[in-house]
């Protein structure tokens, strides 16, 4: 450095400007990169966002639906036979409340919208099984009491 004369000086001075310039423009050019990537990726949450929620209910309560048709199939058919007449007497008390609420599918006028016909269908489909699922329940029930009466 003590051997340098003035205009070396000078001019390794203006290149450390020029350099410093220089990478102050990249610099400026990256944040305003970044910037625009997070201006898209904050329209992506937002649209994200929109189409979770233009999810219509039908497709949710319609799933619930169909996973409820499973766990009632592998309950039913998990269960070992001693137990299938306590077992008729819990499935005749939820038909009850699925009846109650097949009724109000049917029946309530609050049910509107695109989805309203299935849910008034499937809760006629579903008053008619409970009510066949009770009236079987009964059947069994009073044949299986009648094998323990006494024959004259």
Request: proline residues 3%; neutral net charge.
């Amino acid at each position: 450095m003590a051997n340098l004369t003035p205009e070396q000086a000078l001019e390794q001075a203006r290149a450390a400007a020029k350099a410093a310039q220089d990478a102050a423009a990249a610099a400026v050019g990256a944040a305003d990169k970044a910037q625009g990537i997070l201006g898209d990726l904050s329209a992506q949450v937002a649209s994200a966002h929109a189409a979770a929620a233009s999810v219509d209910p039908f497709v949710f309560q319609f799933s619930i639906f169909v996973m409820a048709i499973f766990v009632g199939y592998y309950v039913v058919w998990s269960v070992t036979p001693a137990l299938h007449t306590p077992l008729m007497s819990v499935t005749n008390a939820i038909s009850s409340v699925i009846v109650v609420g097949a009724l109000l599918a049917v029946g309530v006028d609050w049910a509107s919208g695109p989805g309203a016909g299935w849910a008034r269908g499937f809760g006629f489909v579903g008053t008619i099984l409970a009510a066949v699922n009770i009236f079987g329940g009964f059947m069994v029930t009073s044949r299986m009491l009648a094998m323990y009466k006494k024959k004259s």
